[in-house]
Structures are given as C-alpha cells and as structure tokens.
Nanobody
Framework: QVQLVEFGGGLVQAGGSLRLSCAAS????????MGWFRQAPGKEREFVAA????????YYADSVKGRFTISRDNAKNTMYLQMNSLKSLDTAVYYC?????????????????WGQGTQVTVSS
C-alpha cells in the first residue's frame, strides 16, 4: 500500500525553526506535484506550500511566504519543509500530500488516506 509518512515535528519557541520530512513509499514519487498542508485545532485543513514534480516551481501560502522553504529529493522519495521564524499561529498537525494539479493547491488522492501527520507546537 502506498503511504506517506511525515515526521520532524516538535515543540519549539516562537522564532525558532523546525525541518519536517515526508517519506513516500512509491517509486513514481517524482511524477507528482507535492504539497504540505496543516490543520490547527478547530480549523479546517489548509494549504501551506507546494513543489512541482519537475522541481522547477514552488508556491507558498501568504501566511508562510518568506519563512518556510519547501524542497524535495526525488532520488530519496522525500520532501521537506524548512520552517523558520515560527509563530504560535503555525501550531498545527502538518501533512504531506500530492496535489490535484499545479495551481489548484488542493490535495489529491493518489496516496489513499491521509497519513498521521506530524505535530508542530510553537510556544509564545
């Protein structure tokens, strides 16, 4: 079964940094546009950042632009999210996912159900 596993979250003080990783158990990982999403308590899941399958394009939600950097290593079937200057509003469970298409910023369904995500907690 194809899976996505997120890890690297934790508790950090405001202004700190974390690096999240997403490992995919699929050989065709490099053919998918991929993104990071997050869900804060009591809120809907929202788009955070995206990386095109070609590796030439990235896109960020306004709320994280300039603070977060998305990257991927197709040889390792892994995607990353470097998060700097963290704020309390960044507290959420973070998930990785394929995208429906470039420009939609909506999650796809090629990897089946969502992974367990990784918790990021930023203390003020």
């Amino acid at each position: 079964q194809v899976q996505l596993v997120e890890f690297g979250g934790g508790l950090v003080q405001a202004g700190g940094s974390l690096r999240l990783s997403c490992a995919a158990s699929i050989r065709t990982f490099s053919t998918y546009h991929m993104g990071w999403f997050r869900q804060a308590p009591g809120k809907e899941r929202e788009f955070v950042a995206a990386f095109s399958y070609s590796g030439t394009s990235t896109y960020y939600a306004d709320s994280v632009k300039g603070r977060f950097t998305i990257s991927r290593d197709n040889a390792k079937n892994t995607m990353y999210l470097q998060m700097n200057s963290l704020k309390s509003l960044d507290t959420a469970v973070y998930y990785c996912r394929d995208l429906q298409g470039w420009g939609t910023w909506r999650p796809g369904a090629r990897f089946g159900s969502w992974g367990q995500g990784t918790q990021v907690t930023v203390s003020s």
